[in-house]
């Protein structure tokens, strides 16, 4: 069973930064994609970025483009979201999410069912 576990979240004032970190279990997190994801209150949960499983390919919503960097340390099975520049609309549950199948590349619109998900940590930007 795969395992993820989000930190890293929590309540900042607009124009500030914070890091959040993902854990995953399993001996082969190297062979998959990962991905963060968003969901505001009363709102769908909405793609942000992803990272390919080498770690050199990376591809972002739009929304978030040039202020977050998702970045992973295999060594660490560790996958990490730079947030900067925050925004109040930036508010919402942040999950970190592995996809299913080795070697597959992540898109935005790819599937909920295709990812295993973490418990979600909360990020809350203060205008």
């Known amino acids: 069973q795969v395992q993820l576990a989000e930190s890293g979240g929590g309540l900042v004032q607009a124009g500030g930064s914070l890091r959040l970190s993902c854990a995953v279990s399993g001996r082969t997190f190297s062979a998959y994609a990962m991905a963060w994801f968003r969901q505001a209150p009363g709102k769908a949960r909405d793609f942000v970025a992803t990272i390919m499983w080498t770690g050199d390919s990376s591809y972002y919503a739009d929304s978030v483009k040039g202020r977050f960097t998702i970045s992973r340390d295999n060594t660490k099975n560790t996958v990490y979201l730079q947030m900067n520049s925050l925004k109040p609309e930036d508010t919402a549950v942040y999950y970190c999410?592995?996809?299913?199948?080795?070697?597959?590349?992540?898109?935005?619109?790819?599937?909920?069912?295709?990812?295993?998900w973490g418990q979600g940590t909360q990020v809350t930007v203060s205008s």
């Open positions: 999410a592995r996809h299913k199948r080795s070697y597959t590349t992540v898109v935005a619109n790819t599937d909920d069912i295709s990812f295993y």
